[in-house]
């Protein structure tokens, strides 16, 4: 069971930057696995007064706010218009929608959760992630960051530059946790793969040996997916050993290449 001992709406994000220095508080987001933990919790700290609820478009990039939900990002037209609809295939398996009317695009990314999908997708759309303290730094850098450095998540980028992209994820039961995820995205003729569930964090696999180079048909697209699936590390846990994931794995990134070509 979780202990709050006390609960804080800052005013402002410096505020709510100083309150999380300390060690017992935490920042709430939705509170949905935050509340699955058997610990006690000084401070929780609830931005909702930040307004950092908000989806806002510029030219350059959609800005997404931390407290965002996964519902918002499930049914905004520009975001499936932008993912060819893969934002709302990568969140609309988790849970249900009361549960995507709660959870927040802060809490599942600064988490770095390893069964994030929302994680997966947004390493393969480029994404930037703006921090109260830090500033602004790619979220594949951010990913790799000790989970012990405290800052607030306020913001999230995603160019709008052209993009083809496909999500796909594996799955014991519907609502489950995913055994594998697996999303695709191919800009200015470069092609990354990035596979999360493993079940660690997700992970960006570039073209490195250029199997796409020379276009994306039958034959590259096997080829890709079985080099993706042979170097990428694996391992298991309940859901699922690291040879089954290995097996799935290319079954999912040939299949996400073929969607993505085909639209």
Known sequence: MLTIREYLRPQTLEEAYTLCQKKSNVV???????????????AAIDLCDLGLDTI?????????????????????????SLTQDAMAEAVKHIVGVQFRNLATVGGSL????G??????????????????????????????????????LVRVHLPRSPRRVAYLSQRNTATDFPVLTCAVSRAAGETCCVIGA???????LADEKGLLKAGINETSIAAFAGDVAARVPLGGNLRA????????????????LTEMEEG
Do not use: K
């Open 28 to 42: 709430l987001g939705g509170m949905l696995w935050l509340r699955m933990q058997n610990s006690q919790v000084g």
């Open 115 to 152: 069964f994030s999908d929302v994680l997966t997708l947004f390493l393969a759309l480029d994404a930037q992630v703006e921090l109260y303290h830090a500033g602004v730094m790619p979220l594949a850098r951010f990913a790799e960051l000790p989970r012990q450095q405290r800052d607030i």
């Open 110 to 113: 600064y988490g770095r959760f």
């Open 56 to 80: 806002e478009e510029t030219p350059e990039a959609y800005s997404i706010g931390a407290m965002v939900t996964l519902r918002q990002l499930e049914q905004h037209p520009g975001l499936a």
């Open 241 to 256: 050993g690291e040879e089954y994931r290995r097996r799935v794995c290319e079954v999912l990134v040939r299949r996400a």
């Open 198 to 204: 493993r079940p660690m964090r997700a992970m960006v």
